[in-house]
């Protein structure tokens, strides 16, 4: 029978995987039918999924998975940057640990070639909870596998198939580090990475809407005055060439 947990679970993995985008709508009923369950069922993982910031819902309008804003994926990279480079100072990968991190990113070098750009974006993601795992912490696996999901929703409206392999190189680039035993280089490789995710999003630059609609709320005459004054002073005539015999050059 499935459970809510399985509903929530497979909604995130969806996200990870650009089949769900920011701000598509989930409607219960729906759900509820591809999942062959009770609406409750659906409502109680909807509900789980606002608390770890996956969806947003509405009163009269439903339940949506989030749109971030640049401030609040500042934030949750921010979040990141501090959990993972943490992991790293505190905890050294054994050879199994490292042998799996190794293979996750050949799977992601695989994946750049693929025409399927929801398992690349996967696989880069899942890249940072594999390394939370591989480093035995499952709870902090778990905070970003969530914060993960939130920034691959920013990733996959400004993320180019050039930044992702950009990404992927900076993944290999750590487990060379800690392959060499070198924890340090690891955590500081990891902080160049987390820490230019502006660079590599370039995200528009948001605006204040009210602003916004007190500029296209102006009166139209305000408008045409300041045209006015700005129009420029017509260029007259001089004197000596107003009065230049015909036929000479003054």
Do not use: Y
């Not at 949506?64 to 790293?88: H, M, N, P, W, Y």
């Amino acid at each position: 029978m499935t459970s809510p947990t399985d509903i929530s679970a497979r909604i995130l993995e969806s996200i990870l995987a650009r089949r769900l985008l920011p701000g598509a709508r989930l409607g219960e009923q729906q759900l509820a039918t591809v999942f062959d369950c009770s609406r409750t069922l659906v409502r109680e993982a909807l509900t789980a999924l606002a608390v770890r910031g996956i969806v947003v819902v509405s009163a009269r309008r439903g339940w949506f998975v989030v749109e971030l804003s640049k401030q609040e994926a500042r934030e949750a990279f921010e979040a990141r940057l501090v959990i993972e480079t943490g992991l790293l100072r505190r905890r050294r990968p054994d050879a199994a640990a490292l042998r799996r991190l190794r293979e996750h990113v050949g799977r992601q070098f695989a994946a750049l070639d693929d025409s399927d750009p929801g398992a690349r974006s996967f696989l880069l993601g899942d890249f940072h909870v594999c390394l939370a795992q591989s480093l035995g912490n499952g709870i902090l696996a778990q905070a970003l596998r969530d914060l993960t999901a939130r920034t691959t929703l920013v990733a996959m409206r400004f993320q180019s198939a050039h930044d992702a392999r950009r990404s992927c190189e900076e993944h290999a680039s750590i487990v060379e580090a800690l392959q060499a035993g070198d924890m340090p280089l690891a955590e500081s490789r990891m902080a160049h990475h987390l820490d230019t995710w502006e660079a590599k999003l370039p995200m528009p630059v948001e605006t204040d809407p009210v602003e916004q609609l007190r500029q296209a709320l102006r009166p139209v005459d305000q408008m045409a005055s300041n045209l006015h004054t700005r129009m420029p002073t017509p260029v007259r005539p001089s004197q000596s060439k107003r009065h230049a015999p015909f036929g000479t050059t003054p």
